[in-house]
């Protein structure tokens, strides 16, 4: 490895005397997973960020599970009802990557925060709105919240070392995508709450849109109340006590779209996450038309899918870790090919089941296998880069509303396709767009067919990020010691599976993943 240089007193003594209650490396990033902890800094973000883009997972998809009441009470088309959709998730596509920008230069904690709070009024007027287009309006700004996901995604990639990313980032993610089934039970159920105490049908559907705008305000609050920035504190302190450099907007805009592997996996993640925005909008109406049951069973059916979040998408980034392990970041790029693609045929599958029954169990196998692709491709995202992770973050979960977006406008907005044929032609997509992972290498570690170059090193890919004159100042010394750390991506003739740089623990939570 090459010579780290050198840093200042402040980080010096900061590492000297900052005490954890989680294992960390020598960037101070947990090494451990204490899932039931509220550990701080490293747990309290976990928590913050998968309760806050739950609760926005909650508000963006507040509506569908209520759409037939929403629907005869607007006199909405199926045209107006494909372009809600369409729209719900296509505004994130541009707040994602707004998103990843803020991160890379405020800090996860402000960004997420603003985020938040500047999209709840859309959702308290929900319940106001009386035409097509205000509905379309509602859904569209709501929709903004989904950007969270990359803040979530970026604030465990500061607070988890490399061993422990990928489930860090599955179990966020997975917790908050939970969000889109745990919708489909709540807002039924808080409809027929109001709905008994008196309240028409018509009055009943829109006050229930205040239990998802008054979770979503919460959630807000209590990050900025109990979030940090990275685990030796907030952008802020951080930068004016010299010990993190205030970047360049332009330079870590141009690290990241100049990266091919960005761009891949946005794509890939438009035929996984994107699919899975697509199902969430019309899963719930599809088994009520097609197979004629009642509200509340449709609305459990489809909680079914967005439910497995809680196991599928950690199982995702865990497989990702162990792959790691085992094979190194070729393993990562296999498993998320396999895993992916196997979505795809399940969603081929879905797609040609006629039977009730058959319905519901092909659906939940798909659930499995394309939300764990999820987990596995944020596995991979965190090495992209490391100035311009931020970016990146939010280059491939706006690719993940991109696809969305796409496959609703193809397959599933007017009556071009029945909803079944759409849901065969989203499964070929699937496996198609999976293909391009065979393209990514990274030259230190290699690809899926090819190893790695002769003589490259991580500490080489990253240092590439700064200028000479960036490097002499010492900016690069977080990319340096994230390349030490990751040690492991060459899989298991690479070097230990540990980093070198353990702290002691002064405290031992209840349960340890």
Not at 124 to 143: E, N
Not at 412 to 441: D, K, N, Q, W
Request: proline residues 4%; aromatic residues 14%.
């Amino acid at each position: 490895m090459g010579e780290e240089p050198k840093r200042s007193s402040s980080t010096l003594e900061m590492e000297s005397t900052t005490q954890f209650k989680i294992p960390v490396d020598s960037d101070h990033k947990a090494t451990e997973f204490w899932i039931f902890s509220w550990a701080k800094p490293h747990m309290q973000a976990f928590h913050l960020s998968w309760f806050s883009f739950f609760c926005c997972f909650v508000s963006s998809f507040a509506a569908p599970p209520l759409l037939p009441l929403i629907r005869d009470n607007l006199g909405l088309t199926a045209t107006d009802i494909g372009n809600a959709g369409v729209a719900s998730v296509s505004g994130a596509v541009f707040a994602r990557l707004a998103m990843g920008t803020a991160c890379d230069l405020v800090g996860p904690r402000l960004a997420s925060a603003s985020l938040i709070l500047l999209t709840t009024p859309a959702v308290y007027y929900t319940s106001v709105i009386h035409s097509a287009s205000s509905f379309l309006l509602v859904r569209f700004f709501t929709g903004f919240s989904l950007a969270s996901f990359v803040s979530t995604q970026f604030w465990m990639s500061s607070m988890f070392s490399s061993p422990k990313v990928g489930l860090a980032n599955g179990v966020a993610g997975g917790w908050g995508n939970l969000g889109g089934g745990a919708t489909q039970l709540i807002m039924p159920l808080v409809f027929d709450v109001i709905h008994k105490i008196g309240s028409t049908d018509y009055t009943a559907w829109r006050v229930a849109f205040f239990i998802p705008g008054l979770m979503q305000t919460f959630s807000a609050i209590a990050i900025l109340a109990f979030g940090q920035d990275m685990p030796d504190g907030n952008y802020r302190k951080l930068e004016k006590a010299g010990d993190k450099p205030k970047d360049s907007f332009g330079k870590v805009v141009y690290h990241a779209v100049t990266n091919y592997r960005g761009w891949i996996l946005a794509l890939t993640y438009g035929y996984c996450f994107g699919v899975e925005l697509t199902i969430d909008n019309i899963i719930a109406q599809y088994f009520y038309d097609r197979f004629s049951v009642n509200l509340r069973t449709a609305g459990f059916i489809a909680a079914s899918f967005g439910m497995a979040n809680i196991v599928t998408r950690p199982g995702g980034g865990l497989l990702s870790d162990w792959l790691s392990d085992r094979f190194g970041m070729r393993g990562r790029l296999w498993g998320l090919w396999v895993v992916q693609s196997l979505g795809g045929v399940f969603c081929i599958l879905l797609g040609k089941m006629g039977s009730l029954t058959g319905s519901i169990i092909v659906m939940i196998l798909f659930s499995v296998f394309v939300q764990a692709a999820c987990g596995l491709t944020f596995g991979v995202v965190p090495f992209i880069s490391r100035r311009s992770l931020g970016i990146i973050s939010g280059m491939t979960g706006g690719g993940g509303n991109v696809g969305a977006v796409l496959t609703q406008v193809i397959f599933f907005s007017g009556s071009r396709y029945a909803t079944e044929t759409g849901i065969t032609y989203m499964g070929i997509m699937i496996l198609c767009c999976t293909l391009p992972v065979f393209l990514i290498h990274f030259p230190q570690w290699g690809g899926s067919f090819t190893g790695p170059r002769p003589g490259a090193t991580a500490e080489d890919y990253y240092k590439a990020e700064w200028s000479h004159h960036e490097q002499g100042k010492g900016f690069h010394a977080a990319s340096l010691r994230f390349a030490d750390n990751s040690v492991r991506e060459g899989g298991r003739t690479g070097g230990s599976s540990h980093s070198k740089h353990t702290f002691p623990v002064d405290a031992t939570p209840p349960l340890q993943v």
